[in-house]
């Protein structure tokens, strides 16, 4: 039978889906290259913000509307969160929740051999370790994302995520290692560690983040090693400094911010406030002297009025964004947040994530500018529309080269050239 998965959300989904799609193979199933034609369609969900879960109700929809005989499993976040809701849409045949991720495979078998709508979703708390999963490399890519932690034990007045993907749980350090080996057998040059709470990797097994990179760097044909989101209150001086003797690692660090207000960064049940997040911040860049710094910020908490939006704006002048992944606040059922006054009209968001995209861009070209002239280690992955080939630096500043030469899949020495709207384009080689 063939099938499609269609993934919503994080980077640790879609690890999650490249890993589903291999354990389906192994079972026989088909890939099919689009939902219309798939008998079995997969949508692996994010719960994070109600306009993903509404994104995922658009979909079931326009899925069985354009294919009404396909099989329709929903797994991810709003399975395992909100799997009640979920399980009222006749469209849904199979819930599978993040606990049982992977058994998707036998779910489905067994749903094929009797058709009674399925709903296999365990207690996401009950789980105590990292769950098994086959890594999926398939050759021909130089960028792979590897998954090595899961949940979250924070409890961010806002955030849904704890409830959906449970506790922290770690991967083993020697896990870790046979996969990085599998990867770079396949010919990957660059490895992004992901989690649900990266900088938590490692609390349940005695171990912690330097530890995991220091195993990743030591894989012989891996040439560099990045971090997803990152904690800033658990980014210790110790860990800092483990991570500045591995020459591998990439100096761009994903500090979540979600606000420069102290008052809205306690009412959200952040473990930091803007002074120590600033101190975080010119520490790393003491550390790493190139250092870039992309986060994410939301906009439009309760009771965040003009001078805590204010304070937002000034502290990405303040520490000069990359990029900032800007968020409107939406409400989640089950969180804290959920029962606070002072909810911010839609209008105002909107007007809000339009000022944080203004001023991103504006800190982007600051640090664009800061890298013309420079000579920069390029992995080069796609080629655009106009022939021109596209990678990333270390730093994670976009560039763009034009060469008779394909460059993709390769790390290539690259002089800074001009900088664009938001990359820069670089001399011919
Ligand atoms: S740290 Fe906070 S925002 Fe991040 S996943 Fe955990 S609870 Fe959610």
């Known amino acids: 039978m063939t099938f499609f998965i269609l993934?919503?959300?994080?980077?640790?989904?879609?690890?999650?889906?490249?890993?589903?799609?291999?354990?389906?193979?192994?079972?026989?199933?088909?890939?099919?290259?689009?939902?219309?034609?798939?008998?079995?369609?997969?949508?692996?969900?994010?719960?994070?913000?109600?306009?993903?879960?509404?994104?995922l109700r658009q979909s079931i929809h326009k899925i069985k509307h354009k294919n009404p005989n396909c099989i329709l499993a929903v797994t991810g976040c709003v399975a395992q969160a909100e799997s009640d809701e979920i399980s009222k849409m006749p469209e849904v045949d199979i819930i599978i929740g993040n606990a049982n991720k992977s058994e998707i495979p036998s779910i489905i078998k067994r749903y094929l051999s009797d058709k009674r709508p399925t709903l296999k979703v365990d207690p996401i708390f009950s789980l105590k370790t990292f769950p098994n999963e086959i890594v999926n490399y398939s050759p021909h890519r130089s960028r792979a994302f590897l998954k090595i932690e899961d949940g979250c034990n924070r409890f961010c007045s806002y955030c849904i995520i704890p409830y959906a993907r449970g506790r922290v749980r770690s991967k083993n350090l020697a896990d870790i290692e046979n996969d990085v080996k599998l990867l770079a057998k396949n010919g990957y040059k660059e490895v992004v560690l992901v989690g649900i709470n990266l900088s938590s990797y490692g609390m349940d097994i005695g171990k912690n983040l330097a530890d995991a990179v220091s195993?990743?760097?030591?894989?012989?044909?891996?040439?560099?090693?990045?971090?997803?989101?990152?904690?800033?209150?658990?980014?210790?001086?110790?860990?800092?400094?483990?991570?500045?003797?591995?020459?591998?690692?990439?100096?761009?660090?994903?500090?979540?911010?979600?606000?420069?207000?102290?008052?809205?960064?306690?009412?959200?049940?952040?473990?930091?406030?803007?002074?120590?997040?600033?101190?975080?911040?010119?520490?790393?860049?003491?550390?790493?002297?190139?250092?870039?710094?992309?986060?994410?910020?939301?906009?439009?908490?309760?009771?965040?009025?003009?001078?805590?939006?204010?304070?937002?704006?000034?502290?990405?002048?303040?520490?000069?964004?990359?990029?900032?992944?800007?968020?409107?606040?939406?409400?989640?059922?089950?969180?804290?947040?959920?029962?606070?006054?002072?909810?911010?009209?839609?209008?105002?968001?909107?007007?809000?994530?339009?000022?944080?995209?203004?001023?991103?861009?504006?800190?982007?070209?600051?640090?664009?500018?800061?890298?013309?002239?420079?000579?920069?280690?390029?992995?080069?992955?796609?080629?655009?529309?106009d022939g021109l080939y596209e990678g990333y630096t270390k730093e994670y500043v976009p560039v763009k080269t034009k060469s008779p030469e394909d460059l993709r899949g390769k790390i290539i020495p690259t002089k800074m050239g001009t900088v664009k709207d938001n990359y820069i384009l670089c001399e011919y080689i």
Do not use: W
Not at 24 to 42: D, G, P, R, T, Y
Not at 301 to 328: A, C, Q, R
Not at 371 to 379: E, P
């Open 7 to 55: 993934t919503f959300g994080c980077k640790v989904n879609q690890c999650e889906s490249e890993n589903i799609q291999k354990s389906m193979e192994e079972n026989s199933f088909e890939a099919c290259e689009s939902f219309e034609k798939a008998e079995i369609v997969l949508l692996n969900s994010c719960a994070v913000t109600g306009e993903s879960v509404r994104k």
């Open 215 to 385: 195993v990743v760097c030591s894989v012989d044909g891996i040439e560099r090693v990045r971090l997803s989101s990152l904690e800033p209150d658990l980014m210790t001086d110790e860990i800092l400094l483990r991570l500045s003797k591995e020459p591998k690692l990439c100096h761009q660090f994903h500090l979540a911010l979600q606000s420069g207000s102290n008052k809205i960064l306690s009412s959200m049940r952040r473990r930091y406030n803007r002074e120590e997040y600033i101190k975080v911040a010119h520490k790393i860049k003491a550390i790493f002297p190139n250092a870039t710094f992309t986060t994410d910020l939301m906009v439009g908490f309760p009771e965040e009025n003009e001078t805590d939006f204010k304070d937002s704006l000034d502290l990405i002048e303040e520490v000069g964004f990359l990029k900032v992944h800007v968020f409107p606040y939406s409400v989640r059922p089950g969180t804290l947040a959920e029962t606070f006054d002072g909810q911010i009209p839609k209008a105002v968001k909107a007007k809000r994530v339009h000022e944080v995209m203004e001023k991103s861009s504006e800190t982007c070209q600051k640090v664009l500018k800061s890298f013309v002239g420079k000579m920069c280690d390029v992995l080069y992955e796609t080629r655009d529309a």
